[in-house]
């Protein structure tokens, strides 16, 4: 009885030290989960900002034609997935990962028709185990990253396209709802199609002069502008993740302690078993004397 | 005297937001000054700093990566990167000036790599500029 007692008193230690541990982690998520939503709000007067000027030079020269804003016929598609570099974040890169992975299947007969741009150590591993032909990946992002960070592979991805390497870029990465809902998201990035209709209909007609000239300024903002919206995704799903990594833990934690819960019961019913095992013998041992 | 709204802004933050005088960059075709109700305008902007005067006082703001956007008495500015005088490591740009000036003088490199130096140097010397106006 005293090794049972024992055995469950050890348990109940390496619980307690589980418990510590993701209890630490629940509260550092939280701490680095408002960061993130601030840094992500922060990004969002640039996002904005750049969308209404291009929105109004695309209103403004009707005539002028971007290759970052035509559709072509679809021969091979680019994908760019965002995921963590680590893991005990619940369902996050796993989510995430299989929406990427249903598409390509629903989407593609083969490997050469798509390619894929990948963020986060996790889903490069995960795409290399599978097979998937990974052309470009940045892992061991900080956890605020700049956009120096991500400045290269952003341009590759976008630069890919200009270059007509593949006809269409999605961003497959996971949506900040709230800090307890992320929800798996892809989303088309290139070519840029739905620009500027909401402003066509306000008189936003800025009649603009331009230096060098239209074409030119397109032609530098339009790529900044994907790149933007890239790195504000990585934004979003950094929140993401540590909105993840927070619920995961906190399950863990509760589960700990119901977990601990139960051990102590089981430690008290072994404790007095024992007690009462004693006294049994005690009174046997007594009585045999008389 | 009149004045217009300057906004800069970055990926990261908005560096600055105040009613100013005047602002003079230095866009893709060669430098262009800014008065209030300037007409509608949109350029690139090269690595340089802007100048901004705002109650009779003159400064720099380091700007890397952007353009310029002028509407309805609106400067916008949007900038990969965009710092305050004060905001500036020096040393860090000294060094930074350093590296890009030795990768300059190695010309066996190819262009690409030439080209990157080049901006570089280019970065680091607006920063000691904006830098050590402050």
Same mark, same amino acid.
């Given at each position: 009885? %005293?090794?049972?007692?024992?055995?469950?008193?050890?348990?109940?230690?390496?619980?307690?030290?589980?418990?510590q541990i993701t209890k630490a982690m629940e509260m550092v998520a939280a701490?680095?989960?408002? &960061?993130?939503?601030?840094?992500?709000?922060?990004?969002? /007067?640039?996002?904005?900002?750049? &969308?209404?000027?291009?929105?109004?030079?695309?209103?403004?020269?009707?005539?002028?034609?971007? /290759?970052?804003l035509v559709s072509r016929p679809v021969k091979k598609t680019g994908y760019l997935v965002i995921t963590s570099d680590r893991g005990l974040a619940g369902g996050f890169d796993g989510n995430v990962l299989r929406t990427l992975v249903q598409t390509v299947e629903k989407r593609h007969g083969s490997k050469d028709e798509y390619v894929v741009f990948v963020m986060g150590r996790k889903g490069s591993d995960f795409l290399k185990r599978r097979d998937i032909p990974v052309i470009g990946e940045v892992t061991g992002l900080p956890d605020s990253p700049e956009f120096s960070d991500i400045k290269s592979i952003v341009s590759q991805a976008v630069g890919m396209f200009a270059e007509e390497e593949y006809d269409e870029l999605f961003l497959v990465y996971n949506e900040f709802i709230n800090p307890v809902t992320q929800r798996p998201v892809e989303k088309r990035l290139l070519p840029l199609a739905d620009l500027g209709?909401?402003?066509?209909?306000? $008189?936003?007609?800025?009649?603009?002069?331009?230096?060098?000239?239209?074409?030119?300024? @397109?032609?530098?903002?339009?790529? &900044?502008?994907?790149?933007?919206?890239?790195?504000?995704?990585?934004?979003?799903?950094?929140?993401?993740?540590?909105?993840?990594?927070?619920? %995961?833990?906190?399950?863990?934690? $509760?589960?700990?302690?119901?977990?601990?819960?139960?051990?102590? @019961?089981?430690?008290?019913?072994?404790?007095? %078993?024992?007690?009462t095992q004693e006294l049994a013998e005690i009174v046997g041992g007594a009585s045999a004397l008389e | =005297?009149?004045?217009?709204? @300057?906004?800069?802004?970055?990926?990261? &933050?908005?560096?600055?937001?105040?009613?100013?005088? =005047?602002?003079?960059?230095?866009?893709?075709?060669?430098?262009?000054?800014?008065? /209030?109700?300037?007409?509608?305008?949109?350029?690139? @902007?090269?690595?340089?700093?802007?100048?901004?005067?705002? $109650?009779? $006082?003159?400064?720099?703001?380091?700007?890397?990566?952007?353009?310029?956007?002028?509407?309805?008495?609106?400067?916008?500015?949007?900038?990969?990167?965009?710092?305050? /005088?004060?905001?500036?490591?020096?040393?860090?740009?000294?060094?930074?000036?350093?590296?890009a000036e030795e990768r300059l003088a190695d010309r066996k490199r190819d262009d690409i790599d030439f080209k990157r130096a080049e901006i570089a140097l280019q970065k680091a010397l607006t920063r000691l500029r904006v830098g050590k106006s402050g």
């Open positions: 009885m %005293a090794e049972n007692m024992r055995d469950i008193k050890r348990r109940i230690t390496s619980v307690q030290n589980i418990k701490a680095k989960l408002r &960061r993130a939503q601030e840094k992500a709000e922060s990004a969002r /007067p640039y996002t904005e900002k750049m &969308r209404e000027v291009i929105a109004s030079v695309a209103v403004a020269t009707d005539e002028v034609q971007h /290759p970052m209709e909401e402003e066509s209909k306000s $008189d936003l007609k800025a009649l603009y002069e331009y230096e060098p000239s239209a074409e030119e300024v @397109l032609s530098v903002l339009l790529p &900044r502008y994907a790149e933007t919206l890239i790195y504000s995704a990585l934004l979003e799903s950094k929140a993401s993740e540590f909105g993840a990594r927070m619920a %995961a833990m906190g399950n863990a934690t $509760d589960n700990a302690s119901e977990m601990i819960g139960a051990y102590t @019961l089981q430690y008290n019913r072994a404790r007095q %078993a024992a007690i | =005297m009149s004045t217009m709204q @300057l906004d800069i802004v970055t990926p990261e &933050r908005k560096v600055y937001s105040e009613q100013v005088e =005047m602002v003079i960059a230095r866009a893709e075709e060669g430098d262009i000054g800014i008065l /209030p109700n300037h007409a509608p305008y949109v350029s690139p @902007l090269k690595v340089t700093a802007v100048k901004v005067k705002k $109650d009779g $006082d003159e400064f720099f703001i380091a700007v890397s990566g952007g353009f310029i956007e002028v509407r309805e008495n609106t400067v916008t500015i949007l900038a990969e990167t965009a710092e305050m /005088p004060g905001e500036i490591d020096i040393e860090r740009a000294e060094s930074a000036k350093r590296r």
